[in-house]
């Protein structure tokens, strides 16, 4: 019988692990020689990485042209399987008059859960009458986060009220410095909880980051001037933009093409997409109503300025930006030397990529960027060969007609 139950499975040598994918998957040895291939990760790298490796996962990876940050050049590498988003982001950096981007300081939120207390008033104040050492023991074991200017700088509580009785929380707020950070506030939360269940006489349970970084956000603005984009554009992406602002429905499609954008990059630098999408959908909502993280309107040319606010967490040091062999080269190549300004880069490219959408939705529609690719794509599943494929999914557009069978019919040479 079939187990997925597989005793130390994360012991055994790769063959092994692989025999058994191979026989539980009904896969074949092409399928297994596939797996093998690793491409710019290798087996050792991606098993230090992760648990269990049996291959790696490739994406495409593209490069958006045309995008000028805080009035430097930058290329900026998209790791995504979506077609159409690295053109459109480029274009839409083509037609910006430039992007200004401005992080705040790398403070994110640490957070300790404290149950069964009596008298949560006085838990808080006993606590907060010793953030001294309550700090200094956080950072006690940090001396690197210290020595580059980074560490614990406050906490902060409140109490809330749940259907199991009153409860305290702690915020740690800790300058990561250019770390994502998770790691760093997760053992300083776990190292002051005891101290905190001692001044409160509670038991400290959930001792874990908040991926909602109110406190490390970054902005970025750019102007799409009328001579370059026409004022019937603009105005059809005002009115684009205001159906989000208006409509929840809306909002999250907005969002999610935002987040194309933004996910390439953070996939593309080794940082943690979940992380970033979290804080990104949670900060939207922030006003208890679902909102867009973009907004538009006009300045007093009559131009239009898009303007974006989220969380981002992303970092340089640690994790798979130091590890994977291409995330090294990415973050070598956007030339960026702080977390913030990788996080500068990353909003302005959110930024971007949803002009982009707004103005191919507002106006042509954005089916047509995507039928080039999927044409050439299916005219690839029909069997064309490579020099033909341009050629049969170009005819597949103009006829408006994209499927396996009519690219075999061009193939065999059917009008
Ligand atoms: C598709 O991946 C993203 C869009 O739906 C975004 C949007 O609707 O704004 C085009």
Redo the contacts with the bound molecule.
């Keep these: 019988m079939k187990t997925s139950r597989i005793p130390k499975f994360y012991e055994r040598p790769l063959g092994d692990r692989l025999g058994i994918v191979k026989e539980f998957g009904g896969l074949s040895e092409e399928d297994v020689t596939q797996l093998q291939k690793y491409g710019a990760l290798d087996f050792e790298t991606a098993n230090r990485m992760i648990e269990n490796v049996v291959s790696t996962f490739a994406l495409p990876m593209g490069i958006a042209t045309n995008f000028v940050i805080n009035d430097k050049p930058c290329l900026v590498p998209f790791a995504i399987e979506?077609p159409?988003?690295v053109a459109a982001a480029s274009n839409a950096a083509r037609l910006s008059a430039g992007f200004e981007a401005k992080a705040t300081e790398p403070i994110m939120i640490g957070q300790i859960q404290v149950v069964n207390i009596k008298k949560p008033k006085k838990a808080l104040k006993d606590v907060l009458k010793h953030k001294k050492e309550i700090l200094g023991k956080a950072n006690a074991g940090d001396s690197t986060l210290v020595k580059f200017g980074g560490g614990a700088i406050n906490i902060e509580g409140k109490e809330i009220k749940t259907s199991r009785g009153k409860m305290v929380v702690f915020h740690l707020l800790v300058d990561v410095r250019d770390a994502m950070g998770a790691n760093a506030v997760n053992t300083m939360c776990e190292r002051i909880a005891p101290m905190i269940e001692e001044l409160t006489r509670g038991i400290a349970r959930l001792r874990i980051i908040s991926n909602l970084a109110v406190h490390r956000t970054v902005k970025a603005k750019s102007v799409w001037k009328k001579e370059s984009i026409g004022e019937e554009w603009i105005e059809a992406i005002l009115d684009?933009y205001e159906f989000?602002a208006n409509d929840e429905h809306?909002a999250c499609?907005?969002n999610?093409?935002?987040m194309?954008g933004i996910d390439a990059v953070v996939i593309a630098t080794g940082n943690d997409f979940r992380a970033v999408e979290a804080g990104a959908h949670a900060y939207a909502a922030r006003s208890g109503k679902y909102r867009p993280l973009t907004k538009y309107y006009k300045d007093k040319n009559d131009d239009l300025v898009g303007e974006i606010e989220l969380p981002m967490a992303v970092g340089l040091v640690g994790g798979a930006t130091k590890t994977h062999p291409l995330a090294k080269i990415n973050v070598k190549l956007l030339g960026v030397k702080t977390a913030n300004e990788l996080a500068e880069i990353i909003a302005s490219v959110g930024l971007a990529?949803?002009f982009a959408?707004?103005k191919?939705?507002a106006t042509e529609g954005?089916q047509r960027g995507h039928m080039r690719l999927h044409a050439k794509n299916i005219a690839a599943t029909a069997g064309a060969t490579e020099n033909k494929i341009d050629e049969i999914a170009a005819k597949m557009v103009e006829e408006k007609n994209i499927s396996v069978s009519r690219a075999k019919e061009i193939m065999e040479g059917k009008k």
């Design positions: 979506e159409s988003v684009a989000a809306r499609t907005h999610k093409g935002i194309n990529q949803n959408a707004l191919a939705l954005i």
